[in-house]
């Protein structure tokens, strides 16, 4: 089992920006991805960004050129940098932690933080 910690979730006003942070505890050996999903009222969960130990990065369309996924050399930890917030990226935000697969990005998250809250004002 890997336990994930969420931390960095706020209130900003359009424009702005927060950094959300994940550390990753337990079997951590057992995974080679993680990412950020997030989920607004009334919405399915959507993937926002992986990364992967071999390197791969993916972000949804939505958020590209605003977010950058990251982690520590340990790949323990990962971080969200979230810049020009909109509206619309209000949501609860899930860390998550996985073993790549062979089809889509977002099939392979099996484990998951309790989330931490973004909200962003216009």
């Known amino acids: 089992q890997v336990q994930l910690v969420e931390s960095g979730g706020g209130s900003v006003q359009a424009g702005g920006s927060l950094r959300l942070s994940c550390v990753a505890s337990?079997?951590?050996?057992?995974?080679?991805?993680m990412g950020w999903f997030r989920q607004a009222p009334g919405k399915e969960r959507e993937g926002v960004a992986g990364?992967?130990?071999?390197?791969?990065?993916y972000y949804d369309a939505s958020v590209k050129g605003r977010f950058t996924i990251s982690q520590d050399n340990n790949k323990n930890t990962v971080y969200l940098q979230m810049n020009n917030l909109k509206p619309e990226d209000t949501a609860m935000y899930y860390c998550?932690?996985?073993?790549?697969?062979?089809?889509?990005?977002?099939?392979?998250?099996?484990?998951w933080g309790q989330g931490t809250q973004v909200t962003v004002s216009s």
């Open positions: 337990g079997d951590t050996d057992s995974k080679d991805c």
């Open positions: 990364i992967y130990s071999g390197g791969s990065i």
């Open positions: 998550a932690a996985g073993v790549a697969g062979r089809g889509y990005w977002r099939d392979d998250f099996h484990y």
